[in-house]
Every structure is written in structure tokens, then in C-alpha cells.
């Protein structure tokens, strides 16, 4: 186990130092970046700039200064900001996009589980079809075209729901919603497949022929073998939910990091996108790496495999 | 001897999407109390869904008990209701299935498993269940049992598996157990273990065994009886000597010269040629005909006489027919 | 339930069998190895297979609508992309502007079927993309297997672990928004998946005994992946490329909606769909609708197919 987490967190280490580089490098490349020369910004954010990245000095000397504030987690003043740096927008903005994240995390995750086994255990029935059916449409609708949906219906039309900002559990119900459908639908239709496939094996026949009840045998012995692939793409779900969060916070105007990282891009305030990149790309890879311990812990055979057992 | 099973006419069929595939088509035998059945044949021949019927763990649908009966103790299993079954399932008749890889659940502990059956069944405590089952590995042959009841599966090897599976199998104390190719999956040494072991269970707890298996060699260990499967029908039952001795059956002569024997020696071995026939449609007559080499016109067309031979053998075969044997003489 | 032929046998008295039927058969060998059922090449099963699941083949009928309006669409129309008609604002559907027209006095049919063209061409060009890399790598690193592989699939794995569309962000950011520069970032992480699913299978079939066989007659390695391994795979492979277009194609639009996609005058149903944000007050619904239900139906008819795909191109289903 040991071996196991050591391995995963070099493996970490180094995707983080690879990311923060790429960033670096791509924003020397860029004309107009706060590295070049030809940057059209205002004296006193120029100043600030020139303190903060050694600008003066040659490429590698900035180099490592720059992985120094990625290290000590500084990046910096914003340009289009000058009073603030970005860390001021990381502690302002990071809050509430956890908040919305993690909320419409757990929802998908509850909602899909529950969605897929019971579709599992009517296969090719009446409700398999139409949970299929939901899952197909929650994965082609793009979430920004939910959203806005959502708010037509229940804001606009209905006025039953407020349709911005995140200032009541009442404002949050729209936006996790739209962020949670998604991820919700891929799940139900991995664990559905995976539920089926795992209802197949030999050893729920055993359990069948012990004379186990059938919610006994789904429960003990099929959920947690069948919710095993569920774990592994929890990452790349956790990934398309941060995403998500950009266009959802735009569309709900919820003061959250995505919509700071939406006008950095749009301003081209490059110090901001620097700073959120590196920010999300530790925050998720950090998660993929708990998603690998995760995985580890609930799967009895990985643990003695990686300590070189067998 | 007590009868405990009859299995009477028994027909089974599962619906595909290629149409309807009759696997078991009139099945009858009978299962005295501490008697080993071995029921043989090829792959597809219908054997596993006949055994899987008895304790109705035919998933359905596709499939379906078409017709038939089958009495255990006075009672027709197949019109219990799944409740009435499940209750009866690991009781009274337990199911050793043939791959001990995938028969355990890979993320419980060995002890969790063994355990479970016991304590829905048997209103037992914990810590009591626990004792049953440690003395259960320690029947098998299991070392160490109760520092193993914390290990997972993977842990263990193929032949340590297949003795825990028939620890879990045999610890409600059943009156019958079915063993579906329990020692295909194993090594050769390992194999002749596991059959000793089931001599010693029944001679220790007196266990009626059903046996199914497409090897003679396994037979020959430990069958006091043996049926012959083809194509969804017996086609010839009898003791373990009838059988080997005097099989009548041309498919059951040709099994026996298709496996090598040590008491005959320099004999050839002659595998059968073809294929079973496709059970989407099976032939009207004798299942075998286009592989049988002493076939007549009538095999083809009519499905053979049941004839029986002692108060055992009993073989379907037109070979039985007065008139054929005359053909043959002339 | 019992069919009729069987109660005809028991029916049929032994004793009225004519006796000739007793004589020894020649022995007929072809009888005993006929095939009952007509079988079917892998490609015809899964085709017969596929046109049996309604869903996928409506998605299937749908894409071909699609790509026939996408190329023909425009021309259907007097309009022209970039055409503004001042006069025209926010005009509901009419004979003159079928979908309305937006706010700039655009038609909204002709763009809808221009955003058709763009989704399309970043959908279909990424998943090519993506198949080409990642057969090419994927194919070597399963086939030279040893450190090859491990090194190759250490670079695979830190790839995955970079946030798809952080990057592709961050590239676009960098290349300024085109056309051409979203389909490259689109690649430059996409073709890990594929990578994987080729190496994976590629792994499972080297050690299949033609593989053996075809080795032993002395076959180059080239000619072994060629004529072996890429035809075995192609069922994942092609399932995996289905997927990949709907990504691809969610992608662009999320893109276009964050302002990083096609610029004006050309149009992406991402676009689009940004530009008329504002519609939810103002009443505009045709502005936001075409472009949304098309983005959502095009995934909708790829995602479906793809599945449909799947269940058809899989060797363990096949009877």
C-alpha cells in the first residue's frame, strides 16, 4: 500500500510541475502576455508585475521564481484589477465554486447510483428504457443549454425559482441542476452496465444458491463490485464538473472562481489565468490521486498486488 | 434405499432472440439417499440447465421449466414459490459450481461468506456460526482456519477455493448437493484431492451427490450411478459397471473409447466425429443419428424405444429393437 | 408447451415401423458436420444487428439528414452567413426567414446550418485525428509491449491526468480562436482514450495462436499489426470514434460559449447559443432554441448510434 500511494504521488508531483511549466512557457509565447515586451498595460500594474516576476532577469532565472510562486501558491497582482492579487480572487471565488461543485457532485453521484440499479434490476423493463432514455438526453444536452433552459421554465415562465446568484439553498437548486445532470446520467449508465454485468458472475449465483435474499445479494454482494468502475471515472467526472462550473457560474452570475477565470480569458488577464490553471490543475489532479486511494482501499486485491504479494 | 429425488419428463427451454432453444427435453432419473449421481455429456447437452432446475436457478426470463416435475422429499420443487425454494436453497440442497475463481465474491472475506448462508437459514449467533464454519474448513482440509477466515479469495489457490466452496456449500447441512464440473477448472493432482474429498464428505455426513461432468475419468472415482445426456435427453442410465462394462448406447461406447483407460491397454482412442446437433431445432428422431455409426433409416425418423436392461440400465437406443438386432445377425 | 413433434413420437407404435428401416445406413459424413444455420460474416451480423435497435438507426437516419443539410442547407436559403439587414432584428420565423433572425438582422436557418458544418467538421476531424495517433500509438505500445509499453503507457498516464479542457483552454488562449486551432487542441490530449482502448486490445489478441502462426512463417511486425491485429480491433475502435464526436462536438460549442470559438461573421451553434443568452427576457426564443436543439440533438443521435454500435459490434453478444 505503501509502494502503492508513493507511486501515485510522484506520478502527482510531477503532472502538476508539468502543467505549471506548460503555463509558463505558453504565456511567454503569447504577444501582449505580462513575460513579453510588447504588453499595453497601465504604469502601476506594470510595476507590480516587474516586482512580482523579476521580468528584467533572463528566462530561466524567471523560470524559477515563477515555480516559486507556484510552490508558495503567490501569483501575483491581476492586470485588469490592479488593487488585487489573484490569490485575493482564489479565496474569494474558490468558496463558493467548491460549494456548487461539491453539492452537485453529490447529487449526481447519489441520484445516478440509485438511477442505474434500479434500471439494472429491471433489465429491459419498462423503467430500464426510460432511465436509459433520461441518461441518454442528460448526456447530449450541453449544460449551458440545461441552464438556460432551466432558467426560461422555472424562473421566467413559472417564476417559482430564482434564477441567479448564490445567496439561498433557493438559488441553488437551478445551477446544481444544470451542473449535476450530466455527471448524473454517465453514472447511472456505468453503473447500470456495470450492475448487469456484475448480477452475471458466478458468485451471485452462489449467493443465490445459499438462499441469500435477492436485496441481500444485491446489496452485500453486486454494489460494491458493481460500483467499482463507478470510482475510476470519478476523476474525469470531477473534472467535467469543474469545467462546468465556468459556464454555469457565467449563465447564473455566481460570484464563484469560474466566472473570474471566464473574464480573465476574455480580458486576457493573463496573471489571473496563470494562477487559476495551476490552482485547478493541482485542485483535480490532487482529487484524482484521492480517487486512486479510494480505489485501492476498496478493491482487496490491489492492496496485496502492490505490496508484492501473491 | 429412500428415494430423495425424482426428476420426472422434465423439459426446459430458454427463449433467445434466435428463437427457442429447448435445452432439456424430457429429463427423468431418481436420486436414493446417500447415492453419487454422475450425470455426463458434452458441452451444451443440457446437464447444467437440468442441475440449475433443480434448485430453480434457471434465470427466467429467457428460460422456463416448460413440463415436468421435480419431487424432493415428497415436494414438487418446481411449484414452490421463490420464497419456499429460497429456503430449501443451502439447506436442503446446496450447488458447487465449476469455476472456484469467480465462484466467491472477490471483496468479502472467506469468513463473511461462509457465514452468511448459516445465519439467514439458522437463527445462530456470530460467534457460533464462526465456530460452524471453522469446523467446516477444518472437513475440507483447510490449515489454519480460523487465521484464513480473514483472508479475501485471492489469497487462496484454485484448490483451496474449491474446498471453500464446498465448506459453504455443506455447512447448513444439506441432504443433497450438486456439484456442476466441480474439478474442471483444476490442476490433474488437484483434481484427484478434491474427488477424495467428496468420497470422505459423503462417507462422513452421508450427502446425496449429483455429479456433473463431461469427464469419464472423474466418474469412474466416485459415481455409483451414472446418466448419459445427449442433446437434451438421458439416452442410456445405469451403475457405474453397466455403464463402463456393457454400455449399449453407441454415444456411450463412443464417449468410453474417446477417453484413455488404464485396464485396456494399446486400444486406440476414437473421438466422435461431428458435432451435437443445433437444439434451435432438434431432430425428430434419434439425436445422435448423424454421428452414430451403426445408424439406421428409422433413427432418423422416429425417436428410439425406452428400453430397460436390468432393474438399472436403462438405454433409448433402436438398437434395443428385435428387429435391428436380427439385421445385425443376418 | 409441449411441441407437437413430440407427442407424435410417443404416439408412433414401434410395432408399425416397416422392418426395412432397420437395415444399417451407409454411413452419410457431410450430415454429421452440416451447418444448421446460415452463418454470417462479422460485419453482416453486426449490420443486421444494428438495423434491429430503433434508436440507433433513427440517430443513424438523423446524422444523414444532418450532414445533407449541412452542405446543402445554406444554399436553400437567399441569405448569406454574415448578412446583416439592420432593419431585420429579432424577426420571428417568417417565409422570408424560416428560423427568424437574430439580433444583428442574421438569418437564422442559414446559420443553423452553418454551425451544422462547423460541429460536424470539429467533430469528424477530431475523432479522425484522434484515430490516427492513437492507433499509431497505441498499436506500438501494445505490440512491442516490455519498456516500450511501460514507458509509453507512463506518458499516457500523465496525459490523462492534465484537465482536458483546462488545456485546451489554455491553448487556445495562447494560439488565439480558430477553426484550426480548436481542432488542435482538441487532439493534443484527445487520442489518449483511443491509445488505451488499441493498446488494450492489441494486448489481448498478440498472444491469439494466428498471431503465433502468422509470426512463425516469418510476417514483419508491420504486416503482423496491419493484416492481424488492426482488423480484430476495429469494433472498440470504431465504437470509441462514435463517442468521440459528441465530445469533440460539446466541446467547440462550451468553447464558443466562453468566446474562445469561431468569430464573427461565421457561426457555431456555440456561438450562437452565447449570442442569445439575453433571450430569456427578451422573448427571442428562436435565436437560442435552433441552435441548442440542434447541438443537443446531433449528441443525442451520436451518443445513441455509438451505443448502438457498441451492442452490435460486440463479439460476446453475437449468436
Same mark, same amino acid.
Given at each position: 500500500?505503501?509502494?502503492?500511494?508513493?507511486?501515485?504521488?510522484?506520478?502527482?508531483?510531477?503532472?502538476?510541475?508539468?502543467?505549471?511549466?506548460?503555463?509558463?512557457?505558453?504565456?511567454?509565447?503569447?504577444?501582449?502576455?505580462?513575460?513579453?515586451?510588447?504588453?499595453?498595460?497601465?504604469?502601476?500594474?506594470?510595476?507590480?508585475?516587474?516586482?512580482?516576476?523579476?521580468?528584467?532577469?533572463?528566462?530561466?532565472?524567471?523560470?524559477?521564481?515563477?515555480?516559486?510562486?507556484?510552490?508558495?501558491?503567490?501569483?501575483?497582482?491581476?492586470?485588469?484589477?490592479?488593487?488585487?492579487?489573484?490569490?485575493?480572487?482564489?479565496?474569494?471565488?474558490?468558496?463558493?465554486?467548491?460549494?456548487?461543485?461539491?453539492?452537485?457532485?453529490?447529487?449526481?453521484?447519489?441520484?445516478?447510483?440509485?438511477?442505474?440499479?434500479?434500471?439494472?434490476?429491471?433489465?429491459?423493463?419498462?423503467?430500464?428504457?426510460?432511465?436509459?432514455?433520461?441518461?441518454?438526453?442528460?448526456?447530449?444536452?450541453?449544460?449551458?443549454?440545461?441552464?438556460?433552459?432551466?432558467?426560461?421554465?422555472?424562473?421566467?415562465?413559472?417564476?417559482?425559482?430564482?434564477?441567479?446568484?448564490?445567496?439561498?439553498?433557493?438559488?441553488?437548486?437551478?445551477?446544481?441542476?444544470?451542473?449535476?445532470?450530466?455527471?448524473?446520467?454517465?453514472?447511472?449508465?456505468?453503473?447500470?452496465?456495470?450492475?448487469?454485468?456484475?448480477?452475471?458472475?458466478?458468485?451471485?449465483?452462489?449467493?443465490?444458491?445459499?438462499?441469500?435474499?435477492?436485496?441481500?445479494?444485491?446489496?452485500?454482494?453486486?454494489?460494491?463490485?458493481?460500483?467499482?468502475?463507478?470510482?475510476?471515472?470519478?476523476?474525469?467526472?470531477?473534472?467535467?464538473?469543474?469545467?462546468?462550473?465556468?459556464?454555469?457560474?457565467?449563465?447564473?452570475?455566481?460570484?464563484?472562481?469560474?466566472?473570474?477565470?471566464?473574464?480573465?480569458?476574455?480580458?486576457?488577464?493573463?496573471?489571473?489565468?496563470?494562477?487559476?490553471?495551476?490552482?485547478?490543475?493541482?485542485?483535480?489532479?490532487?482529487?484524482?490521486?484521492?480517487?486512486?486511494?479510494?480505489?485501492?482501499?476498496?478493491?482487496?486485491?490491489?492492496?496485496?498486488?502492490?505490496?508484492?504479494?501473491? | 434405499?429412500?428415494?430423495?429425488?425424482?426428476?420426472?419428463?422434465?423439459?426446459?427451454?430458454?427463449?433467445?432472440?434466435?428463437?427457442?432453444?429447448?435445452?432439456?427435453?424430457?429429463?427423468?432419473?431418481?436420486?436414493?439417499?446417500?447415492?453419487?449421481?454422475?450425470?455426463?455429456?458434452?458441452?451444451?447437452?443440457?446437464?447444467?440447465?437440468?442441475?440449475n432446475s433443480i434448485m430453480k436457478l434457471i434465470p427466467s426470463p429467457p428460460g422456463k421449466i416448460a413440463n415436468g416435475s421435480i419431487y424432493f422429499k415428497g415436494r414438487d420443487l418446481t411449484r414452490l414459490s421463490e420464497k419456499a425454494i429460497r429456503d430449501i436453497r443451502g439447506v436442503d440442497i446446496s450447488m458447487i459450481f465449476q469455476d472456484p475463481m469467480t465462484a466467491l465474491n472477490?471483496?468479502?472475506?472467506?469468513?463473511?461468506?461462509?457465514?452468511?448462508?448459516?445465519?439467514?437459514?439458522?437463527?445462530?449467533?456470530?460467534?457460533?456460526?464462526?465456530?460452524?464454519?471453522?469446523?467446516?474448513?477444518?472437513?475440507?482440509?483447510?490449515?489454519?482456519?480460523?487465521?484464513?477466515?480473514?483472508?479475501?479469495?485471492?489469497?487462496?489457490?484454485?484448490?483451496?477455493?474449491?474446498?471453500?466452496?464446498?465448506?459453504?456449500?455443506?455447512?447448513?447441512?444439506?441432504?443433497?448437493?450438486?456439484?456442476?464440473?466441480?474439478?474442471?477448472?483444476?490442476?490433474?493432482?488437484?483434481?484427484?484431492?478434491?474427488?477424495?474429498?467428496?468420497?470422505?464428505?459423503?462417507?462422513?455426513?452421508?450427502?446425496?451427490?449429483?455429479?456433473?461432468?463431461?469427464?469419464?475419468?472423474?466418474?469412474?472415482?466416485?459415481?455409483? @450411478?451414472?446418466?448419459?445426456?445427449?442433446?437434451?435427453? =438421458?439416452?442410456?442410465? *445405469? #451403475?457405474?459397471?453397466?455403464? /463402463?462394462?456393457? !454400455? $449399449?448406447?453407441?454415444?456411450?461406447?463412443?464417449?468410453?473409447?474417446?477417453?484413455? @483407460?488404464?485396464?485396456?491397454?494399446?486400444?486406440?482412442? =476414437?473421438?466422435?466425429? *461431428? #458435432?451435437?446437433?443445433?437444439? /434451435?431445432?432438434? !431432430? $425428430?428422431?434419434?439425436?445422435?443419428?448423424?454421428?452414430?455409426?451403426?445408424?439406421?433409416?428409422?433413427?432418423?425418423?422416429?425417436?428410439?424405444?425406452?428400453?430397460?436392461?436390468?432393474?438399472?440400465?436403462?438405454?433409448?437406443?433402436?438398437? $434395443?429393437?428385435?428387429?435391428?438386432?436380427?439385421?445385425?445377425?443376418? | 408447451?409441449?411441441?407437437?413433434?413430440?407427442?407424435?413420437?410417443?404416439?408412433?407404435?414401434?410395432?408399425?415401423?416397416?422392418?426395412?428401416?432397420?437395415?444399417?445406413?451407409?454411413?452419410?459424413?457431410?450430415?454429421?458436420?452440416?451447418?444448421?444455420?446460415?452463418?454470417?460474416?462479422?460485419?453482416?451480423?453486426?449490420?443486421?444487428?444494428?438495423?434491429?435497435?430503433?434508436?440507433?438507426?433513427?440517430?443513424?437516419?438523423?446524422?444523414?439528414?444532418?450532414?445533407?443539410?449541412?452542405?446543402?442547407?445554406?444554399?436553400?436559403?437567399?441569405?448569406?452567413?454574415?448578412?446583416?439587414?439592420?432593419?431585420?432584428?429579432?424577426?420571428?420565423?417568417?417565409?422570408?426567414?424560416?428560423?427568424?433572425?437574430?439580433?444583428?438582422?442574421?438569418?437564422?436557418?442559414?446559420?443553423?446550418?452553418?454551425?451544422?458544418?462547423?460541429?460536424?467538421?470539429?467533430?469528424?476531424?477530431?475523432?479522425?485525428?484522434?484515430?490516427?495517433?492513437?492507433?499509431?500509438?497505441?498499436?506500438?505500445?501494445?505490440?512491442?509491449?516490455?519498456?516500450?509499453?511501460?514507458?509509453?503507457?507512463?506518458?499516457?498516464?500523465?496525459?490523462?491526468?492534465?484537465?482536458?479542457?483546462?488545456?485546451?483552454?489554455?491553448?487556445?488562449?495562447?494560439?488565439?480562436?480558430?477553426?484550426?486551432?480548436?481542432?488542435?487542441?482538441?487532439?493534443?490530449?484527445?487520442?489518449?482514450?483511443?491509445?488505451?482502448?488499441?493498446?488494450?486490445?492489441?494486448?489481448?489478441?498478440?498472444?491469439?495462436?494466428?498471431?503465433?502462426?502468422?509470426?512463425?512463417?516469418?510476417?514483419?511486425?508491420?504486416?503482423?499489426?496491419?493484416?492481424?491485429?488492426?482488423?480484430?480491433?476495429?469494433?472498440?475502435?470504431?465504437?470509441?470514434?462514435?463517442?468521440?464526436?459528441?465530445?469533440?462536438?460539446?466541446?467547440?460549442?462550451?468553447?464558443?460559449?466562453?468566446?474562445?470559438?469561431?468569430?464573427?461573421?461565421?457561426?457555431?451553434?456555440?456561438?450562437?447559443?452565447?449570442?442569445?443568452?439575453?433571450?430569456?427576457?427578451?422573448?427571442?426564443?428562436?435565436?437560442?432554441?435552433?441552435?441548442?436543439?440542434?447541438?443537443?440533438?446531433?449528441?443525442?443521435?451520436?451518443?445513441?448510434?455509438?451505443?448502438?454500435?457498441?451492442?452490435?459490434?460486440?463479439?460476446?453478444?453475437?449468436?
Open positions: 500500500m505503501v509502494k502503492y500511494i508513493t507511486k501515485r504521488l510522484v506520478l502527482m508531483i510531477l503532472t502538476i510541475f508539468i502543467i505549471a511549466s506548460l503555463t509558463f512557457f505558453l504565456m511567454h509565447a503569447i504577444p501582449g502576455s505580462p513575460f513579453n515586451e510588447e504588453r499595453g498595460t497601465n504604469e502601476t500594474v506594470q510595476a507590480n508585475l516587474e516586482e512580482h516576476y523579476h521580468l528584467d532577469e533572463p528566462l530561466l532565472v524567471q523560470y524559477f521564481i515563477y515555480m516559486k510562486s507556484v510552490v508558495t501558491f503567490d501569483f501575483g497582482p491581476s492586470i485588469k484589477q490592479p488593487t488585487e492579487t489573484v490569490n485575493d480572487l482564489l479565496g474569494r471565488g474558490f468558496p463558493i465554486s467548491a460549494e456548487l461543485g461539491i453539492i452537485s457532485i453529490v447529487v449526481a453521484v447519489i441520484s445516478g447510483i440509485i438511477l442505474g440499479v434500479f434500471a439494472a434490476l429491471r433489465h429491459n423493463g419498462i423503467i430500464d428504457y426510460m432511465a436509459m432514455a433520461f441518461a441518454v438526453l442528460g448526456i447530449s444536452i450541453p449544460n449551458f443549454v440545461l441552464a438556460t433552459l432551466l432558467i426560461q421554465k422555472f424562473a421566467v415562465d413559472w417564476d417559482v425559482l430564482p434564477a441567479a446568484t448564490w445567496s439561498s439553498p433557493m438559488h441553488m437548486i437551478l445551477p446544481t441542476i444544470a451542473l449535476a445532470t450530466g455527471p448524473m446520467a454517465i453514472i447511472a449508465r456505468l453503473t447500470r452496465s456495470s450492475m448487469i454485468e456484475t448480477l452475471t458472475q458466478d458468485y451471485i449465483k452462489t449467493a443465490h444458491a445459499k438462499g441469500l435474499k435477492p436485496w441481500k445479494i444485491v446489496i452485500k454482494h453486486a454494489l460494491k463490485n458493481a460500483l467499482m468502475p463507478v470510482v475510476t471515472i470519478m476523476g474525469t467526472l470531477l473534472a467535467g464538473v469543474l469545467t462546468g462550473t465556468f459556464v454555469i457560474e457565467k449563465i447564473f452570475a455566481i460570484p464563484g472562481m469560474g466566472k473570474y477565470f471566464v473574464e480573465s480569458i476574455n480580458q486576457r488577464d493573463y496573471p489571473v489565468i496563470m494562477g487559476t490553471t495551476v490552482f485547478y490543475s493541482a485542485f483535480l489532479i490532487g482529487m484524482l490521486f484521492l480517487v486512486d486511494i479510494a480505489y485501492g482501499l476498496l478493491d482487496p486485491r490491489i492492496k496485496l498486488h502492490k505490496e508484492g504479494g501473491e | 434405499m429412500e428415494k430423495i429425488l425424482e426428476v420426472n419428463d422434465l423439459h426446459v427451454s430458454f427463449q433467445t432472440y434466435g428463437g427457442e432453444v429447448k435445452a432439456v427435453r424430457g429429463v427423468s432419473f431418481d436420486l436414493h439417499k446417500g447415492e453419487t449421481l454422475a450425470i455426463v455429456g458434452e458441452s451444451g447437452c443440457g446437464k447444467s440447465v437440468t442441475a472477490p471483496t468479502l472475506t472467506i469468513g463473511n461468506q461462509l457465514t452468511e448462508g448459516i445465519k439467514q437459514h439458522q437463527n445462530i449467533t456470530s460467534k457460533e456460526a464462526k465456530t460452524k464454519a471453522i469446523d467446516m474448513l477444518n472437513l475440507v482440509g483447510i490449515p489454519n482456519p480460523e487465521e484464513r477466515m480473514k483472508q479475501y479469495p485471492h489469497q487462496f489457490s484454485g484448490g483451496m477455493r474449491q474446498r471453500i466452496v464446498i465448506a459453504m456449500a455443506l455447512i447448513c447441512e444439506p441432504e443433497l448437493l450438486i456439484a456442476d464440473e466441480p474439478t474442471t477448472a483444476l490442476d490433474v493432482t488437484i483434481q484427484a484431492q478434491i474427488l477424495q474429498l467428496f468420497n470422505k464428505i459423503q462417507q462422513e455426513t452421508g450427502v446425496s451427490i449429483i455429479l456433473i461432468t463431461h469427464d469419464l475419468g472423474v466418474v469412474a472415482k466416485i459415481a455409483d @450411478r451414472i446418466a448419459v445426456m445427449y442433446a437434451g435427453k =438421458v439416452i442410456e442410465v *445405469g #451403475t457405474r459397471k453397466e455403464i /463402463f462394462y456393457t !454400455p $449399449q448406447h453407441p454415444y456411450t461406447q463412443g464417449l468410453l473409447n474417446s477417453v484413455p @483407460r488404464l485396464d485396456k491397454r494399446k486400444e486406440k482412442l =476414437v473421438p466422435i466425429d *461431428g #458435432t451435437p446437433p443445433d437444439l /434451435f431445432a432438434p !431432430p $425428430q428422431g434419434c439425436p445422435f443419428t448423424a454421428r452414430c455409426p451403426k445408424a439406421m433409416e428409422v433413427c432418423g425418423k422416429v425417436y428410439p424405444i425406452h428400453s430397460e436392461l436390468s432393474n438399472t440400465h436403462e438405454v433409448d437406443c433402436w438398437l $434395443q429393437d428385435e428387429r435391428a438386432k436380427q439385421h445385425i445377425a443376418t | 408447451m409441449l411441441p407437437a413433434t413430440e407427442e407424435k413420437e410417443q404416439q408412433t407404435n414401434p410395432s408399425d415401423i416397416p422392418d426395412d428401416w432397420f437395415k444399417p445406413k451407409q454411413k452419410d459424413t457431410s450430415e454429421a458436420e452440416s451447418v444448421v444455420r446460415p452463418s454470417l460474416s462479422y460485419w453482416e451480423d453486426a449490420w443486421h444487428r444494428l438495423r434491429k435497435n430503433k434508436m440507433a438507426m433513427g440517430g443513424l437516419v438523423f446524422l444523414i439528414l444532418l450532414g445533407f443539410m449541412a452542405i446543402f442547407g445554406p444554399m436553400l436559403s437567399p441569405h448569406t452567413v454574415g448578412e446583416t439587414t439592420l432593419s431585420n432584428q429579432n424577426k420571428p420565423p417568417s417565409s422570408d426567414h424560416w428560423f427568424g433572425t437574430d439580433k444583428l438582422g442574421r438569418d437564422v436557418f442559414t446559420r443553423t446550418w452553418f454551425g451544422a458544418r462547423i460541429s460536424l467538421f470539429v467533430g469528424i476531424m477530431a475523432a479522425l485525428i484522434d484515430f490516427f495517433i492513437g492507433v499509431a500509438y497505441g498499436g506500438i505500445a501494445g505490440y512491442k509491449g516490455g519498456r516500450t509499453d511501460s514507458v509509453m503507457m507512463r506518458i499516457i498516464e500523465i496525459l490523462y491526468g492534465l484537465p482536458y479542457l483546462l488545456v485546451v483552454i489554455l491553448l487556445l488562449v495562447v494560439m488565439g480562436p480558430s477553426l484550426a486551432t480548436i481542432i488542435v487542441a482538441l487532439t493534443v490530449t484527445g487520442w489518449v482514450g483511443m491509445a488505451r482502448i488499441v493498446r488494450g486490445q492489441v494486448l489481448q489478441l498478440k498472444n491469439y495462436e494466428f498471431v503465433l502462426a502468422s509470426q512463425s512463417f516469418g510476417a514483419k511486425t508491420k504486416r503482423i499489426i496491419q493484416k492481424n491485429l488492426l482488423p480484430n480491433t476495429m469494433g472498440p475502435i470504431i465504437v470509441q470514434m462514435t463517442l468521440t464526436v459528441p465530445t469533440a462536438i460539446f466541446a467547440e460549442a462550451f468553447l464558443s460559449f466562453l468566446g474562445l470559438g469561431i468569430q464573427s461573421p461565421y457561426a457555431s451553434w456555440g456561438v450562437m447559443a452565447n449570442d442569445s443568452l439575453g433571450v430569456i427576457l427578451s422573448g427571442h426564443w428562436w435565436r437560442l432554441f435552433f441552435p441548442a436543439f440542434f447541438i443537443s440533438a446531433t449528441m443525442f443521435a451520436f451518443n445513441v448510434l455509438g451505443d448502438g454500435l457498441q451492442d452490435a459490434l460486440d463479439p460476446k453478444l453475437r449468436r
